[in-house]
């Protein structure tokens, strides 16, 4: 057996590659006449969708990985979901695409796979009339036809959860796919039972949860500690955990890069007498 992703021979019937550790093991999800599989968790995780003739899924614009040559893509703007306002907080408040793409399978079946930027893990939220999620709005990938992103919530426009980091609320029926960064961790609350959360590992959470945001420890904490805001979950309901901290990745790299990055900045400044 070969390895989809070091391309490195492995032994057969392996969950994991003892190259590169990739998981081997998918998990399969059919809805209606959708079959979604994710595959290669919990690190390199990858949204497959198979579409019948005629089916229609929904996905974040620049997920798409590849496709098959019979799915048309019509490319749309949130304002479709949210209106013109909704589009316009997408893409100057939450710094996320304005766009969203339809996929359409024509003239016979078609498949179709879906991947976000970070390295980690995929899980579906299913979403009912009386059970949406509250979920972090840069981890959205695809969806299916029922489910809305509702960008008018309070949560989105008011930026309550910190800078840079929005949530959207589901609405309606379907399903809901988010990556993570890093693998993830589920908590199920029960009513009253409560959780402090890291907001950049937040990645979901139940409508039914009740929550408060807040700094951690007070505001000489914030400083001192680098914790920055926290958010307070009470059940009952879901809370979905990313394993990884994508601030805290982006100033490890930093922290090693910067002196490279200073010293070619003085280079330059004494070279060109500026």
Request: contains cysteine.
């Amino acid at each position: 057996m070969i390895c989809p992703y070091c391309r490195k021979e492995i032994p057969a019937e392996s969950n994991y590659c003892p190259n590169c550790g990739a998981s081997l093991i998918s998990q399969v999800i059919e809805r209606d006449s959708l079959k979604f599989e994710i595959k290669y968790s919990p690190s390199y995780s990858l949204l497959e969708v198979q579409l019948p003739d005629n089916g229609h899924v929904i996905a974040e614009a620049g997920a798409m990985t590849y496709m098959s040559s019979n799915i048309e893509v019509e490319t749309r703007t949130r304002m479709k979901d949210s209106g013109i306002l909704g589009t316009i907080k997408v893409s100057l408040l939450g710094g996320e695409t304005l766009f969203i793409n339809d996929y359409v399978a024509k003239g016979g079946s078609g498949v179709a796979g879906f991947v976000s930027a970070p390295l980690g893990d995929i899980t579906r939220l299913k979403v009912t009339t009386d059970k949406g999620y509250i979920i972090q709005s840069a981890g959205y990938i695809a969806s299916t036809e029922g489910v809305k992103l509702d960008t008018e919530w309070q949560g989105f426009t008011k930026g309550v959860f910190g800078q840079n980091l929005f949530m959207i609320k589901t609405i309606g029926e379907g399903d809901v796919f988010i990556n993570t960064f890093g693998a993830i961790d589920k908590h199920d609350l029960k009513s009253g039972e409560s959780l402090v959360v890291d907001n950049y590992h937040l990645a979901a959470l139940s409508e039914t949860c009740s929550y408060k945001v807040h700094m951690f420890g007070g505001l000489k904490s914030t400083i001192l500690g680098g914790e920055g805001l926290v958010t307070d979950v009470t059940g009952p309901g879901e809370v979905y955990i990313q394993t990884k901290n994508v601030k805290e990745f982006v100033d490890w790299i930093w922290r090693y890069i910067a002196p490279r990055v200073q010293a070619r900045a003085e280079s330059s400044r004494i070279r060109f007498g500026r």
